[in-house]
Structure formats: structure tokens, C-alpha cells
């Protein structure tokens, strides 16, 4: 079965430092894997995702993503934070089910950055 | 560019009213979904649908109901709102194929009072 864990609820960095969201997932086979972003009272933006091309996967806004198929794990990085990056972030896993394509979201991580 | 619509953006209604949230894209996806996501959770996926006159429950048990009769629109409905209904509903669609990603509209808070 496919499911992903999203290592920290909350994050908080100062501005223009690292940012770093941590994922790891397991599937029974090669993965989809998404990042999206929730800014508040809006929809899901999709951020990046893997589909069994580059390990390294470059999104929007500055973020990207490293595939490690030996560590499980999909995790979220941004050289620089920005004050506009402060969201919840959701890490997802494509699944089939039932006959049917479906995406897993993580239980998400909330951003914070501080000036 | 992608473009999902969901209406009303903000619902606050009674306990007992019948309310419909509507849906609306025009990429042309036969596949849409609705998800169901309590204040800082993750999201639940509460029906989805393959294409005209296709719906399916997903993996959250829901009392709500959908119909797709037209591509482009996938409406949800409560037939009596309660308050254990309040919650954030966000629709979706997508192309066929796990490796598609979803295009989420901005979602509608309803508050049943």
C-alpha cells in the first residue's frame, strides 16, 4: 500500500535561510510524488513532482526536490525563505486503489517565517 | 491555463437546508474529485468520478451526494446540513494516470450553524 509521513507538523525559519520539509513514503511500486502548498483560505497549488525522471525535480517559486529511492524519502528545499512561503505544505503519493488513480496526502506541515 | 471554479466560496447555513456546492472546469478532464479537509489536516478523498454519469464514493464515508452529467461540472449536495458538515470541500481533476497531477479549486468553507 502507498502512504506518506510528513516528519514535522510545524517549521519555523527566519527569512532568507534554508527551508527544509521532510517526506518519506512507501510504495509497493515506483512512486508518483507531489508537493503542493495551501496558502491560507485557498486551493492546492502543485509546487513539483516526481514521475521516475530526474531524481532532483525543480518546482516553482525557487523549491525543489530530491527522489532517494534508498531512504524512502522525498524531501522539500528552498535555498532562500521568503516571507510569501509561509503555508502549509502537503506531501502526496500517486496511488491505484480499487481499480481507480488516487492521490495520498500527507498530514501536511505548516511553514513559518519569521523576518 | 487551468482554470477549476468552486462556488460559493463561503457558506454559512442552517441545520435542516439543502445546499448544493458547485464545480466547474474547463481543461477538459474527465476525472474529478471532491475532498473533504478539517482546519489544518490533511484532505479526504469523499467521491470521485471517471467521466459523465460516473460517480464513486472515496475513501471517507460521506452523507453528501454527487452527480456528473456534463464534463465540465461535478456538483455536490446535502440534503439536510448539519453541523458535523462544516468543514472545507475542495473539487479536483486530472487527467487519466497516477503520474497526472490534480488541479484543485480554491475551496468552500461551509459552516453549518
Known amino acids: 500500500a502507498q502512504s506518506v509521513t510528513q516528519l514535522d507538523s510545524h517549521v519555523s525559519v527566519s527569512e532568507g535561510t534554508p527551508v527544509l520539509l521532510r517526506c518519506n513514503y512507501s510504495?509497493?511500486?515506483?512512486?508518483?510524488l507531489f508537493w503542493y502548498v495551501q496558502h491560507p483560505n485557498k486551493g492546492l497549488q502543485l509546487l513539483l513532482k516526481?514521475?521516475?525522471?530526474?531524481?532532483l525535480v525543480k518546482g516553482i517559486n525557487g523549491f525543489e526536490a530530491e527522489f532517494k529511492k534508498s531512504e524512502t524519502s522525498f524531501h522539500l528545499t528552498k535555498p532562500s525563505a521568503h516571507m510569501s512561503d509561509a503555508a502549509e505544505y502537503f506531501c502526496?503519493?500517486?496511488?491505484?486503489?480499487?481499480?481507480?488513480?488516487?492521490?495520498?496526502f500527507g498530514a501536511g506541515t505548516r511553514l513559518a517565517v519569521h523576518p | 491555463e487551468a482554470d477549476i471554479y468552486q462556488t460559493p466560496r463561503y457558506l454559512v447555513i442552517g441545520t435542516g437546508k439543502k445546499i448544493t456546492l458547485e464545480c466547474s472546469q474547463t481543461?477538459?478532464?474527465?476525472?474529478m474529485y471532491w475532498y473533504q479537509q478539517d482546519p489544518g489536516m490533511e484532505l479526504h478523498l469523499i467521491h470521485y468520478?471517471?467521466?459523465?454519469?460516473?460517480?464513486e464514493k472515496g475513501d471517507l464515508s460521506s452523507e453528501s451526494t454527487v452527480s456528473r452529467i456534463r464534463t465540465e461540472h461535478f456538483p455536490l449536495t446535502l440534503e439536510s446540513a448539519r453541523p458535523s458538515h462544516t468543514s472545507q470541500y475542495l473539487c479536483?481533476?486530472?487527467?487519466?494516470?497516477?503520474?497526472?497531477?490534480?488541479?484543485f479549486g480554491p475551496g468552500t468553507r461551509l459552516t453549518v450553524t
Open positions: 479536483a481533476s486530472s487527467e487519466q494516470g497516477i503520474s497526472y497531477e490534480q488541479y
Open positions: 510504495s509497493s511500486y515506483s512512486p508518483s
Open positions: 516526481y514521475t521516475s525522471a530526474a531524481t
Open positions: 502526496v503519493v500517486g496511488a491505484i486503489s480499487g481499480g481507480y488513480n488516487k492521490l495520498i
Open positions: 481543461m477538459g478532464h474527465d476525472k
Open positions: 468520478s471517471y467521466g459523465v454519469n460516473s460517480t
